[in-house]
């Protein structure tokens, strides 16, 4: 059995979560936009986590609200009516904080549990799965994928918070690192996470180019309104790993739109739009929107990757779509 997923923390924690209860030989990291796009090849026997759906998959797990109509197709679900969020064999899907909590509840639901039979060691899974140290882990996941973080999270981080800033999908050189953390994440407390050298190094890496990023945002960026608008092409180089850094320059702002060179496909722009975690006023659907340029997400934050000759038009109608 191969896990697809995608290489952000809650695409790891759901990992750590499906490599406790089932058979995980192998796995694959990918974006997004690679599996809307078809360029990924999905086998049966594929548990795809934290990403778009693919009809060969055998087990979905997703949270993402541009993915919603995917799963009344995956378990054959006749409209009208209130599908069920976990469907023993198939998977589990709801606008949960993260894709890690869908994956818990599909193991952890009583429903759920019949859905694997003949494996004897399943209930002393199960305890383990519902250990004091597993619901902590959830709830920082949950934390950290919701951008349900404090001012002092983001500028002072520490923790699985901290941790999930050393993770970029884009880095397909960090492979042997995310496939390091995710027994860590699902065995190890987090004093023992923290104490690994290859973690040590990480963590203090994005500390310390902190200021560096600071100086990059307050360089490239500036409030349009509500909009805090930030355009890092031709950058190279820049340490992204504290995505909120942003809202703490910015707190007069409600959304950001961001604009970078696309460094996984030549002639492309990538774009992302996302709530100000601490000024959440804004009323646009995010996904929604993206998804009308190839991409998606969620209702407060998605991204897409528009073709360069067609970038500076996609940039306009969004911030049209955003600005109040």
Known sequence: MRLVTRAD??????????????????????????????????RHGDVIANLPYHPNCSLWFDHHITNSDCWLRHIGFPAPGTPPSVVPGKGGFRLAPSAARVVYEYYTTAEAETGTPGKSNRREKLTSLKSERMRVLLEETDKIDAGRLTPDDVLHPGGYVLISMTLDGKRLQDEPYWVKLIPLLRDAPLEKILAESEVQRRCQEIVDAQEKLKEILLSRAILKGNVIFVDLRGIKDIPEGNRFLLYTLFPAGNISLKIADDDQRPNTTAISVGYNIFNTTSNVNVGALLERFGGGGHRVVGSCRVPNDRVEDAIAEIFNAIKE
């Not at 809650?10 to 809307?36: H, N, R």
């Open 9 to 42: 923390f809650d695409g790891l924690v759901c990992g750590a979560l499906l490599t406790a209860m089932e058979e995980i030989e192998s796995y694959l990291f990918v974006e997004p936009k690679f599996m809307q796009d078809g360029v990924v090849e999905i």
